[in-house]
DNA sequence: TGAAATGTTGGGGCG
DNA sequence: ACGCCCCAACATTTC
């Protein structure tokens, strides 16, 4: 009997794995293999980050898989042909990816891959519809979140999550590679030592269940970044650990509750992302809005540096990006509010701060984060208008009222009154002034807000329709 | 999934 | 007792 190749990709888990289900179901010898390619050339190779959890997450399917997992390096185009000859395998599976360059590489393998003789099947185990099954009635993408989401919802509810195959006949003796030769982890630095994550089936499961716990508070929890009101699930769906219909269909058992309700909507900005990015492939690298083609951010290298590190002297924009360097891993109210800051305060171009999520966060997905820096830029799909400016200070008192976030991840403040500790510029010097060695803001708050504002207006007057890509 | 400026209202101090 | 002013508190509008 020849031999069925599961190709891994963004799918790291054992159960409702449509792909892996279909090859146990097969009566063939499995093999189950994962491509780190290096080599293609990509404008999105994976962060720093993303090759951490990698790792951490590869270890636990290889352990579910009993050791049968196969490594191998290079080209996908070459590893796959190579390995088929090598077992003289004659089917494929996987499930789809939506990248741009992820659904070319695909399609492309695919054609060669039957032109050889070699079945290919793939399958979707990432999203809770395909992109191109939610249109509007014309039959075009959704370019505005709610009637997406509308329609979604009135959709027959997404299929069933599959139980993982209970016996995989493995075929064994194929060579791989050991993932230790692929160097994933970081060595000096080891910027990872306080990575608070456990990648993997195992541990995404843990994620849901905890959250779980919590999920009634959701609504209003969500935001508030001292405290774990927020599922923490994104590495884990990014990777696959977990599949988007396991979450729904745990979740929606408790809709009665506002918070599942709320956080089901949430699943629903991942759909919206993942299709917006599979119909406008120029997604990460230019605005939706052709307006903004033109507009002038500004060259600032000192801010752009200052906002990476976390020396801003903002102290809710600080805290965030420097949770984001120590945890690999940031709030997302606070993603709002330093995202924000990036393009508005300083003017820098959405990219720049798209750029450092990618190499910086354990979930960094091409989709969400574009989509998403784009919708704060105001040059996105349902974009935020341009006027919509967050005060730092004001979100900070709003939402971290004691200041426990700023707090945790800006030890400089750590003694600093409530009253102050949003503002420390404004402690008084009988008081003993600000702390020393916190930086003053590296922008006047209401200088900066005047000055997007004006840079914004130019936009606002022109009243061109909108421009998508087709 | 804002913030700031401006407008309105109503209670209380006080001449 | 009355009107005037002040100013929270809330509402509206503007960016």
């Given amino acids: 009997m020849k031999p069925i190749i599961v190709w891994f990709r963004q799918d790291l888990r054992l159960s409702d794995n449509p792909a892996l289900a279909h090859a146990a179901k097969s009566g063939k010898p499995v093999i189950c293999l994962y491509v780190l390619d290096d080599e293609t050339p990509c404008d999105w190779k994976m962060g720093g980050a993303s090759r951490w959890w990698l790792h951490h997450s590869l270890m636990a399917l290889d352990k579910m898989l009993k050791g049968h997992l196969v490594l191998r390096r290079g080209r996908a185009d070459t590893v796959l042909p190579a390995i088929i000859k090598e077992t003289r395998a004659d089917a494929v599976v996987w499930n789809r990816c939506y990248e741009p360059f992820a659904v070319a590489r695909d399609t492309v393998l695919r054609t060669s891959l039957q032109a050889e003789g070699v079945a290919v099947a793939s399958f979707n185990g990432a999203l809770l519809f395909e992109p191109w099954e939610i249109a509007t009635g014309a039959g075009k993408p959704y370019r505005v979140f709610t009637p997406f989401w509308n329609t979604l919802k009135a959709k027959t509810a997404p299929g069933l999550p599959q139980h993982a195959p209970k016996n995989i006949e493995f075929h064994d003796n194929v060579k791989s590679d050991t993932l230790e030769s692929w160097r994933l982890l970081p060595t000096r630095p080891d910027w990872s030592k ?85 119909h406008n492939p120029a997604l990460p690298a230019e605005p939706l809005d052709k307006r903004f083609a033109s507009f002038p951010w500004r060259q600032d290298g000192a801010a752009s540096r200052a906002w990476k590190r976390g020396q801003t002297g903002v102290p809710i924009v600080d805290a965030g990006m420097r949770q984001l360097w120590q945890t690999g891993w940031m709030h997302n109210r606070v993603r709002m509010i330093v995202a924000s800051f990036l393009i508005k305060h300083l003017l820098v171009d959405w990219r720049e701060g798209e750029r450092w999520f990618w190499d910086t966060l354990v979930d960094a997905d091409l989709a969400n984060n574009a989509a998403n820096w784009q919708w704060v830029a105001g040059c996105g799909a349902d974009a935020a208008p341009f006027f919509r400016i967050f005060n730092p200070v004001l979100q900070g008192e709003k939402f971290d009222p004691g200041g426990a976030y700023v707090r945790r991840f800006v030890p400089e403040l750590a003694e600093v009154a409530d009253k102050f500790i949003h503002r420390p510029w404004d402690i008084p010097k009988n008081l003993g002034g600000p702390p020393a060695g916190y930086p003053a803001p590296i922008v006047d708050l209401a200088l900066g807000r005047d000055r997007a504002l004006a840079a914004f207006r130019t936009l606002a007057r022109d009243r061109s329709p909108l421009k998508f890509p087709t």
């Fill in 194 to 278: 306080d990575f608070d994550w456990s990648p993997g089936e195992d541990g995404a499961r843990s994620a849901l269940d905890e959250f779980l716990d919590i999920i009634s508070g959701y609504r209003h929890g969500r935001d508030v970044p001292g405290r774990t009101g927020t599922s923490r699930l994104s590495p884990h769906l990014h990777w696959g650990e977990i599949s988007p219909r396991q979450v729904w269909q745990v979740v929606r058992a408790q809709a009665h509750n506002d918070g599942a309700e709320t956080f089901l909507k949430e699943l629903g900005w991942r759909e919206f992302c993942h299709q917006l990015l599979f």
